[in-house]
């Protein structure tokens, strides 16, 4: 059988499984009788309208200023310069976890399978959001220290740092990982 008897026979079956068709009728308007009106940002608008009402309204809480309560860590013989690059933002962060409303035991496993899922996926650089710890009264951020310790135990972890303000500041920490 040639590929045109075949290609036929294709055809043949399309035609005799979709049964008998009726045509569509032709318009004699193809296009809109009114120009469409030019786009206008308007939701943009309204966004920025509402920031500007948001911060003229409401009074700064001091809890929301970021003290000098960061975090970092380099790995013992990686150059201080990927630490640098880090805290500048230079990597792309390819994933992210959120600790909020879990307990530390709950926090430590999430984080050992997430990092784990990360490196099998080959994700590089992640954050890590486990909040400032303003609800945890004197004990300090729960999260943030167990997240501390439990990267800096981790083989795989090159580096990390806290975050920049607008990733979270140090509500949350940007993690390098080593490659597999």
Known sequence: MSARDENQND???????????????????????RPRPSPEPTQSR?????????????????????AGDEITYLKSGQP????????????SVQAEIDLH????????EA???FLDECRHHGERCVRIVHGK???????????????DGLLRRRADVLA??????????????IVLLARE
């Open 133 to 147: 710890g303003l609800r945890s009264k004197a004990n300090g951020p729960v999260l943030k220290q167990l997240t």
């Open 46 to 66: 309204r966004d920025e309208e509402r920031v500007r009402d948001e911060l003229l309204t409401h009074a700064i809480d001091p809890a929301w200023i970021e």
């Open 80 to 91: 201080t310069r990927l630490l640098r690059r880090l805290r500048r933002g230079l990597f």
């Open 101 to 108: 409303e879990m307990n530390s035991a709950v926090a430590r």
């Open 111 to 113: 984080i050992r399978q």
């Open 11 to 33: 055809a043949d079956l399309f035609r005799e499984a979709i049964g008998v068709v009726r045509p569509l009728r032709r318009t004699t308007h193809d296009t809109p009788t």
């Open 160 to 173: 990390f740092t806290s975050a920049r303000p607008a990733q979270g500041g140090t509500g949350a920490v």
